[in-house]
C-alpha cells in the first residue's frame, strides 16, 4: 500500500500546528466531537432534499466515545455524512482544508446551517496525544467505506474496508506517557466526562460513553450490597440555558446557573438576555455579580466571557468581549458568525466580534442606569463592592470613556441620606452656585467636620463627599458636568463668596499683607503663602492648596513606591479666619514687634491646620513644647 505525503508542506505546518497552536492538548477531544457534530449536521440538511440521505440517516443521530484502556485508543463514533475516499484525500491529505468550509461556500446565500469548522486544522488536534491515528468512513451514498491512517510525521494511505454503518469512525492511539504529560489521563472516565462538560457540553447531538455508577443490588430485607455498573449514558446536556426562550427560563434557574457556572454564592444583582440577529447574530446571557469576587482586586483574576460557537466553548475568557470598566460582569456569549483564524482557540480581531462587545458594552451601561434610576438600595450594594472600578474606567485612557460612564456615578453628601447621582445633585444647585462642589477624606465623618464645610451649608450648597483616593482623579477627568466645573471646598480659590464679600475679604488681606509675608517667612518653605481666608466661619484657620495637586492626591502619591523627593507634593496655602479671637492675638503680637511670640503662633495655627487636613505633624514633642511654652 503506498504512502502519500500530505499537501502544503505537510510537516513544517503539522508540526507547527502540534506544538504552536493549541497552548492546551485536552482541546483535542473539543476538536474531534466538533468535527462529528458538523458531520451529523452536513447529513441532515443534506437530507432535506435527497431521498437516500434520509432513508439512511438514524433515527436519534449520535456521537460515540469508547476507551480501550489495553490498546491505549480512544475511539469517536458519528452517524454523519462520511466521507468518500476523494473527500479523504481532500479534508485530510491537505492540512487546513476544511471540508465544512467548502460545504458552506457550496450554498446558495438563502440556504443556512450551522456548521462549525471552517478551517480543517481541528482534526489534526489528535496528534498532540496521539502517535497514531485512524479514520474509518463510510458517505451515506456509497456501499464502499475507506480507512485514513496517519502517524502524523510523513504521510498517510488510504484503502477500502469494511464498514457496516454510515458515518465515521476515529481511532487514537495515545501515545506513552512522558514526565510532562500524562496521556492515560484520557482512558479515565472522569477525565473524558469532565473534558466533555466543559468543552462540548451543549453541542446539540447526544454524546454517549459508558458510565460507571454504584447500584445496591441487595433485596429489601438484606444488607446494601453495591456493585459497579457500566451503561451507555448521554453526558451533555445539550441544549443551553442561554439559548431557551426568555420565557421559558425563571429566574431562579438563571441564578442557580450563574452560581453553578461562575462560582457565585449570591445571586446577582441583575440578568442580561440578549438574542441578537442582524449583520452579526448571537445569544447572550450576562450577569452582574451580587458580591465581589474574593481577588477582584489581585492580579489572579481575569475578566471575561465566555464565547461559544454553536454550543462549543472557544474561550473560557474572552476579554475582548468587555471593556475592562466592566470585567466583574460574568456570563456568555454564543455566536455562529464568528470568524476563527486556523483554529478555535485562537479568536481573529474582526468586525464581528468588535460589533458583539459595543452591543454588550450598552446592554451593561443600560441595565446599570436603569438599577440606579429604579432601586438604589440594590444599585448601593453594586457601588460599595464595583463602583471603583467604574471610577478607575473614566480616570483612565486620559477621559475617553468619561462620556459612557459618568451618569453611573453616586456619591454621599452633605444634603442627602442617601448616594446621590450628579444629575440629581446638579437639579438642586441653587441659581447663585456656579460650581459643583466636593471635599475629600477618609470618611464621611471627616469630610463632615471640616470646618470649610460651615459657609457653604449657610449658602445652602450641597458639597460631595469624596472617600476614596481616585475620586479627585476622576473629576480631573470630567472637567465638568453638565456644563458646571467641579471645585474643591479645600482649594484656594474655591470661590464661596459673593462679589461683595470677596471684595471685603481682599482688603483686610490688603491690610494684613505684612503680617501675612511674616508668616510665610517663618515657617520656613512649609506654605507657599498665608492669605484671609474666604471660606471659614468659626475656625480659626484651615490648609487649602493651589495648583492641580491637592491635599489627599498627595497622600495618595505618598503611599506609592518610590523615592519621598520624587514624589508629586501640593503647594499648601495657610488660610486664617480674620474674625476669630486668634487671628487678634497673631496681629497684636506682630504689631507690638514681638516678632519671636508671631512665629510660635503661626508655628501652632500650621500644625492645627495639618491636623484637621488629618496630615501628621512632622515633629510632636517640640509641638508640645512649643505649645507649653506660651501656656
Known amino acids: 500500500m503506498e504512502k502519500k505525503t500530505f499537501k502544503a508542506e505537510s510537516q513544517r505546518l503539522l508540526d507547527l500546528m502540534i506544538n504552536s497552536i493549541y497552548t492546551h492538548k485536552e482541546i483535542f477531544l473539543r476538536e474531534i466531537i466538533s468535527n462529528a457534530n458538523d458531520a451529523i449536521d452536513k447529513l441532515h440538511f443534506v437530507s432535506l432534499t435527497d431521498e437516500k440521505a434520509r432513508s439512511v440517516m438514524a433515527e436519534e443521530p449520535s456521537i460515540n466515545i469508547y476507551t480501550d484502556k489495553d490498546a491505549r485508543t480512544i475511539r469517536v463514533v458519528d452517524d454523519g455524512i462520511g466521507m468518500s475516499e476523494q473527500e479523504l484525500e481532500d479534508n485530510l491529505g491537505t492540512i487546513a482544508k476544511s471540508g465544512s468550509l467548502q460545504f458552506k461556500q457550496e450554498l446558495k446565500d438563502d440556504e443556512k446551517t450551522d456548521i462549525i469548522g471552517q478551517f480543517g ?158 449583520v452579526v447574530s448571537y445569544k447572550a446571557m450576562l450577569f452582574i455579580p451580587g458580591e465581589l469576587p474574593y481577588n477582584y482586586y489581585t492580579r489572579e483574576y481575569k475578566r471575561g466571557l465566555q464565547l461559544y460557537s454553536n454550543g462549543v466553548l472557544i474561550m473560557d475568557k474572552c476579554e475582548q468581549l468587555l471593556p ?39 446592554k451593561v451601561k443600560n441595565e446599570l442606569k436603569k438599577l440606579l434610576d429604579n432601586d438604589i438600595e440594590k444599585y448601593s450594594g453594586f457601588w460599595k463592592d464595583f463602583g471603583r472600578h467604574i471610577k478607575y474606567g473614566i480616570a483612565s485612557d486620559f477621559g475617553a470613556h468619561k462620556d459612557a460612564l459618568s451618569d453611573l456615578l453616586v456619591y454621599a453628601s452633605s444634603d442627602s441620606d442617601k448616594l446621590t447621582t450628579l444629575d440629581a445633585y446638579v437639579s438642586r444647585m441653587p441659581e447663585s452656585q456656579k460650581y459643583i462642589y466636593y471635599a475629600c477624606g477618609e470618611n464621611t465623618a471627616k469630610i463632615a467636620s471640616l470646618p470649610q464645610l460651615e459657609l457653604c451649608a449657610e449658602k445652602g450648597y450641597e458639597i460631595l463627599y469624596f472617600t476614596e483616593d481616585v475620586d479627585e482623579f476622576v473629576v ?145 514633642t517640640a509641638y508640645c513644647d512649643l505649645v507649653c511654652s506660651l501656656m
Open 121 to 278: 486544522v481541528g482534526f489534526y488536534s489528535a496528534f498532540m496525544v496521539s502517535d497514531d491515528v485512524t479514520v474509518i468512513t463510510k458517505r451515506y451514498d456509497s456501499d464502499v467505506a475507506y480507512k485514513w491512517n496517519s502517524d502524523g510525521i510523513d504521510g498517510y494511505t488510504i484503502e477500502s474496508c469494511e464498514k457496516d454503518k454510515i458515518g465515521t469512525e476515529i481511532i487514537m492511539h495515545l501515545k506513552e506517557d512522558s514526565e510532562d504529560e500524562s496521556y492515560s489521563g484520557y482512558l479515565e472516565e472522569y477525565r473524558l466526562k469532565t473534558l466533555i462538560k466543559k468543552y462540548s457540553d451543549y453541542i446539540r447531538h447526544p454524546i454517549i460513553m459508558d458510565v460507571t455508577t454504584s447500584v445496591n443490588t441487595a433485596k429489601d430485607d438484606e444488607e446494601p450490597k453495591w456493585e459497579s455498573v457500566t451503561s451507555r449514558e448521554t453526558v451533555n446536556s445539550m441544549v443551553p440555558i442561554w439559548q431557551r426562550a426568555k420565557g421559558e427560563v425563571t429566574d431562579e434557574e438563571c441564578n442557580s446557573y450563574y452560581k453553578d457556572a461562575f462560582g457565585g454564592y449570591k445571586d446577582p444583582i441583575a440578568t442580561i438576555r440578549v438574542s441578537a440577529e442582524g
Open 324 to 362: 475592562e470598566y466592566f470585567g466583574f460582569v460574568k456570563g456568555v456569549v454564543d455566536s455562529p458568525d464568528l470568524s476563527l483564524n486556523i483554529s478555535r482557540e485562537i479568536l481573529q480581531h474582526d468586525r464581528q466580534l468588535s460589533v458583539i462587545a459595543k452591543n454588550i458594552e450598552k
Open 476 to 620: 480631573q477627568s470630567l472637567v465638568t458636568y453638565k456644563d458646571k466645573q467641579f471645585k474643591s471646598i479645600t482649594a484656594e480659590d474655591a470661590q464661596l463668596q459673593s462679589d461683595e464679600e470677596k471684595k471685603e475679604t481682599e482688603k483686610k488681606q490688603e491690610d494684613s499683607k505684612d503680617l501675612l509675608e511674616f508668616i510665610k517667612d517663618s515657617l520656613n518653605g512649609k506654605i507657599v503663602k498665608a492669605v484671609i481666608s474666604d471660606k471659614l466661619k468659626s475656625s480659626p484657620v484651615c490648609l487649602s492648596t493651589e495648583g492641580p495637586v491637592s491635599i489627599e492626591m498627595e497622600k495618595y502619591f505618598a503611599q506609592m513606591p518610590g523615592e519621598a523627593e520624587n514624589k508629586p507634593k501640593s503647594a499648601r496655602v495657610l488660610e486664617l479666619n480674620p474674625d476669630h479671637p486668634v487671628f487678634e492675638a497673631l496681629s497684636s503680637a506682630y504689631e507690638c514687634g514681638d516678632k519671636d511670640k508671631t512665629a510660635k503662633y503661626a508655628e501652632i495655627l500650621y500644625s492645627q491646620s495639618l491636623l484637621i487636613a488629618g496630615l501628621p505633624i512632622e515633629d510632636t
